[in-house]
């Protein structure tokens, strides 16, 4: 069975800039959720979506947002990027929500 | 309080060497205590899971010790080995809204020298 695929693996953007990275979850998972990792912050949840429905939402501003497609594909985009937006983002799936998740590899992205 | 608190950062251990990793919650409301881990240009990876009911569970080296009572539940890791050197997170899930949440600790690096 296929794991999560999550592309681009690696990004460099520049401030202001907006970018879109894509996660493709597991056949049959329905459950797609987004953190953020960073060195000092560790696995900050951003944001959580079920059969295209945003479930939960972490606490990151409006320059964050998701969607998720019929077939349980989803993407988040952040505008206007800032430097602090510099970090690993890490998409994870599930068959429903909960403990179990299983994470793909993350796009790192570089905000100069 | 939705947070779990991982203590310490980093770790440094011999090989052979047992590894301990400790976390503590405040929400009684956490259902499920999973530990991850993750290698380096890797996404974390379920490494066991335990429920407040049970005080210890056992997968191999990798053991759960949990004290409801103190709020705190630790991962062992018995004759730690170069492959195990690694970032751990705990982690505590709980039920709102008809969804499960999970909440992560910050991370433990720990390095197991050969």
């Known amino acids: 069975k296929a794991g999560v695929t999550q592309t681009p693996r690696y990004l460099i953007k520049t401030r202001g800039q907006q970018v879109t990275l894509s996660c493709s979850p597991i056949s049959g998972h329905r459950s797609v959720s987004w953190y953020q990792q960073t060195p000092g912050q560790g696995l900050q949840f951003l944001f959580e979506?079920?059969?295209?429905?945003?479930?939960n939402k972490g606490n990151f501003p409006g320059r964050f947002s998701g969607r998720q497609f019929s077939n349980s594909r989803s993407e988040m985009n952040v505008s206007t990027l800032e430097l602090g937006d510099s970090a690993l983002y890490l998409c994870?799936?599930?068959?429903?929500?909960?403990?179990?998740?299983?994470f793909g590899p993350g796009t790192r992205l570089t905000v100069l | 309080q939705q947070q779990v608190k991982q203590s310490p950062q980093s770790l440094i251990v011999q090989k052979g060497g047992i590894s301990i990793i400790n976390c503590a919650y405040e929400n009684t409301a956490f259902d499920y205590f999973p530990w991850y881990q993750q290698f380096p240009g890797k996404g974390p990876a379920l490494l066991i899971a335990i429920r407040p009911d049970v005080s210890e569970k056992k997968e191999g080296r990798f053991t759960i010790s949990f004290n409801k009572s103190a709020k705190q539940f630790s991962l062992h890791i018995m004759d730690s080995q170069p492959g195990d050197s690694a970032t751990y997170f705990c982690a505590a899930s709980w039920a709102q809204g008809g969804s499960e949440k999970l909440v992560f600790g910050k991370g433990t690096k720990l390095t197991v020298n050969p």
């Open positions: 994870a799936s599930s068959r429903t929500s909960g403990w179990e998740q299983f």
């Open positions: 979506y079920f059969s295209e429905t945003q479930r």
